[in-house]
DNA sequence: GTCGTGACTAGCC
DNA sequence: CGGCTAGCCACGA
């Protein structure tokens, strides 16, 4: 039995794991995530993990926003995500969320 | 071990 | 409001 090779680092499972639990109609930021995972200031990082998303669908990416309330970036384009956010629920102005603070979960 | 990159954040002008 | 800078973390080459 050889190791099984991690694909993914501790870090990232664990980013995937928190976006996973964000119910539906509700979003979160990089920087909320990255404090639930106990990596405050990985923000960046979180980014990085979600851009990755190997286990998409699965993981509403879509739902994970900036702290500023924008959408932020998304691997099919931000214009998607919009698009997904608002079969949710969630309405925007341009790139901003509306109610982003009603809309927004801390984890 | 070092460098470059990125779906971030906060501060400043 | 828009634009720029610096700081932050993790990953791949």
Redesign the pocket.
């Given at each position: 039995m050889k190791k099984p090779k991690e694909l993914?680092?501790?870090?990232?499972k664990s980013v995937y794991e928190a976006t996973a639990k964000i119910p539906c109609g509700r979003v979160t930021?990089?920087?909320e995530i990255?404090r639930k995972i106990k990596?405050?200031?990985?923000?960046?990082?979180?980014?990085?993990?979600?851009?990755?998303?190997p286990f998409?669908p699965k993981v509403p990416?879509?739902r994970?926003?900036?702290?500023?309330g924008?959408v932020?970036?998304?691997?099919?384009g931000s214009e998607k995500?919009k698009v997904i956010l608002k079969k949710e629920g969630i309405q925007f102005n341009n790139e901003k969320i509306l109610h982003f603070n009603e809309k927004f979960i801390k984890l």
């Amino acid at each position: 039995m050889k190791k099984p090779k991690e694909l993914l680092s501790a870090f990232e499972k664990s980013v995937y794991e928190a976006t996973a639990k964000i119910p539906c109609g509700r979003v979160t930021t990089y920087a909320e995530i990255a404090r639930k995972i106990k990596k405050p200031g990985s923000a960046r990082a979180v980014g990085n993990a979600l851009n990755k998303n190997p286990f998409a669908p699965k993981v509403p990416c879509h739902r994970v926003v900036k702290t500023d309330g924008t959408v932020g970036g998304f691997a099919s384009g931000s214009e998607k995500k919009k698009v997904i956010l608002k079969k949710e629920g969630i309405q925007f102005n341009n790139e901003k969320i509306l109610h982003f603070n009603e809309k927004f979960i801390k984890l």
